[in-house]
């Protein structure tokens, strides 16, 4: 997973809605997966808090979003161990019940 930070540099319209559609900062990410040999829904960007005084919702709610898409990944990933775990475990046990009994 790679996220990309300060990408309001790039393109200021993203710092007022960081959930928002940008085909140029589409460009970068798909460049930096290509690039990276990873997939480009692994590929995210953030807006960062630079010199503001309050909180502003569309900075934290890229953020939540950035969080949210994370922890999809980790749970995916986790599946996947847990799946592979318990076939490496089903295939330990089964090859090992066929060698005690196979008597040829």
């Not at 997973?1 to 393109?11: A, F, G, H, W």
């Not at 808090?49 to 309050?54: F, Q, T």
């Not at 953020?63 to 592979?84: D, L």
């Amino acid at each position: 997973m790679l996220l990309l930070t300060r990408v309001d540099e790039l393109n200021t319209s993203v710092r007022k809605n960081p959930i928002g559609k940008f085909p140029d900062l589409d460009q970068l990410k798909l460049k930096a997966s290509t690039n990276l040999n990873i997939g480009s829904n692994r590929v995210l960007y953030n807006v960062n808090y630079v010199s503001e005084d309050k909180r502003n919702f569309a900075i934290d709610q890229g953020t939540y979003k950035v969080i949210e898409r994370v922890t999809q990944f980790a749970v995916q990933r986790m599946e996947v161990e847990v799946e592979n775990q318990k076939s490496a475990t089903t295939t330990t046990t089964t090859s090992s019940s066929k060698k005690r009994f196979d008597w040829s």
